[in-house]
């Protein structure tokens, strides 16, 4: 099952994305693309039953100016999707 992230827009530092073959207890994270490193947050967890699905990730405003991406991680923490990246101003 080949699970997939796609980031769709950035607004009033609201991310929003659409998942897909993402089961509950899969999380995902910021990942700065400059360093590679995941933020400690946000981090958001999947909570549905549905595989598939969209999602809204509050920026806090201790994340920095700069380019990004969004991983998923399943439950066992390791990385099953990535989504293309996107700047936050």
Same mark, same amino acid.
């Given at each position: 099952m080949n699970s997939v992230i796609n980031y769709v827009e950035i607004e009033n530092r609201v991310v929003s994305a659409t998942y897909r073959s993402l089961m509950i207890g899969a999380k995902v994270v910021l990942v700065d693309k400059a360093s590679?490193?995941?933020?400690?947050?946000? #981090?958001?967890?999947?909570?549905?039953?549905?595989?598939?699905?969209?999602?809204?990730?509050?920026?806090?405003?201790? #994340?920095?100016?700069g380019d990004y991406y969004l991983k998923a991680l399943n439950g066992h923490g390791a990385p099953v999707a990535q989504s293309v990246g996107f700047y936050v101003g």
């Open positions: 590679g490193q995941p933020l400690s947050d946000p #981090v958001t967890t999947i909570t549905s039953a549905a595989p598939a699905g969209s999602l809204r990730i509050r920026l806090p405003a201790t #994340v920095p100016p």
